[in-house]
């Protein structure tokens, strides 16, 4: 998929916004409207870099705005960076979200989920980690968020660029009580994309790769004053087929939301690609939110 990305606002302050365009130059939702599959039947992923390997802002889908530009989070007034902590710099992945997946949180309302197989027709697909849904793997529900992915791959992708991953693993982080998925990819274009089918190809080619994302997603809030993460499995990696089967399940998650089949909540739901949605808008209304 074609996307460019348009900045408003000066980098670095609060009125700072990344805004998505189609390849038409329209509008467009990285949440809603960018599909989870680049290749389904390869289980290709499109994914959107929220922060560049290196970097420090913490940078976000803002999942409660209309068309959920990235801007950086906020805690307390102040404008997030994640600290550099011994031996770590900024991020040390591209960081970003799988589009239509969502894990939902605890204060949306309940709905009919029933095992992780809640069916919506006629919708594109996005994931989402749903806050109601209670983990049957962690015991922890989801962070209400879209699914975070971490790219290992060489390149240093720019800020809101959309990629095509293949998914080889993931981390169940528990943070403050909540399941947040850390889905490990790589991108489908890297040269040594072949070479990487699973997790354990990334402990082969790239040895120390995953113990270091373990320490770094432990101890990235401690500067902050807060206590060590912990983790579901014991902190151990699940395989590729877990990881895969995770995130088709929070785009089922996604599917409710967007067909308002669940409480939106705080989310923003307004796309320009899902035309069964009751939030489906037109050009021109996105046009407005963004001049707006």
């Not at 805004?19 to 599909?35: A, L």
């Not at 960076?81 to 605890?106: D, E, K, L």
């Not at 308002?260 to 909540?265: D, P």
Request: proline letters at 5%; aromatic letters at 10%.
């Amino acid at each position: 998929m074609s996307v460019t990305v348009e900045e408003r606002g000066k980098p670095n302050t609060q009125d700072y916004r990344v805004f998505f365009k189609n390849s038409e130059g329209k509008y467009i939702s990285p949440f809603h409207d960018i599909p989870i599959y680049a290749n389904e039947a390869q289980n290709i992923f499109h994914a959107v870099v929220e922060v560049p390997r290196w970097t420090n802002a913490k940078m976000e889908i803002a999942t409660k705005d209309a068309l959920n530009p990235l801007k950086q989070d906020v805690k307390k007034g102040n404008l997030r960076y994640v600290a550099n902590v011994f031996p770590h710099r900024g991020y040390i992945w591209n960081y970003g979200a799988i589009p239509q997946v969502c894990y939902i949180t605890s204060q949306i309302n309940h709905i009919l989920y029933v095992s992780m197989r809640l069916i919506i027709c006629d919708l594109s697909r996005q994931t989402w980690e749903d806050p109601n849904h209670k983990d049957s793997d962690t015991g922890c529900c989801g962070d209400n968020d879209p699914i975070d992915i971490c790219d290992i791959g060489n390149k240093v992708c720019s800020r809101g660029e959309v990629i095509k991953v293949k998914v080889l693993g993931t981390l169940a982080l528990i943070d403050e009580g909540e399941t947040d998925w850390k889905v490990i990819v790589i991108n489908a274009e890297d040269p040594e994309a072949g070479d990487f089918n699973d997790i354990d190809d990334v402990r082969r080619i790239k040895p120390g790769y995953l113990e270091a994302t373990v320490d770094w997603f432990k101890t990235y809030k401690v500067p902050d004053g807060k206590p060590e993460n912990q983790f579901g499995f014991n902190g151990e990696f699940k395989d590729r087929d877990f990881a895969i089967k995770t995130v088709k399940s929070t785009h089922e998650f996604w599917k409710a939301l967007v067909s308002k089949a669940t409480s939106t909540g705080e989310l923003n739901c307004m796309n320009t690609s899902v035309s069964n949605s009751p939030f489906f808008c037109s050009a021109a209304d996105a046009d407005a939110v963004v001049k707006s």
